[in-house]
């Protein structure tokens, strides 16, 4: 029995700066989940996929993985997502060091 198919986005990671990306239905790389096109076919989900992947100029690691739409837009179901998108762990660097420059 074939299983279903949960929502997916693309993301990746910005050759040069290493930064998560994902890819937006206008076929650019966003640093943002909420710009993120979210795939519900799987055939179409595929194809997105190894377009992505013929993008090796801009981004490494492309992959596929699960989201949940929300009315904040697509929220990753898996932890690792969750912590990928926040940047890196250490204060002092990324995303985190931005927050904390803000506050």
Known sequence: MPRDFN???I???ALLE?????LTID????????DAEVLTDEADADLRLLQ???????VVGVY??????????PEP???REDFRRRGPSNL??????DTLRRA
């Not at 992505?52 to 801009?58: G, L």
């Open 64 to 73: 596929l993985t699960d989201v949940r739409t929300t009315s904040r837009g």
């Open 11 to 13: 993301t990746a990671n």
């Open 27 to 34: 076929d650019r790389w966003s640093r943002n989940l909420s």
């Open 7 to 9: 929502p997916k986005v």
């Open 18 to 22: 290493g930064d998560v990306v994902y």
């Open 77 to 79: 179901i898996h932890f």
């Open 52 to 58: 992505a992947q013929a993008r090796a100029s801009e």
């Open 92 to 97: 002092f660097h990324g995303k985190q060091a």
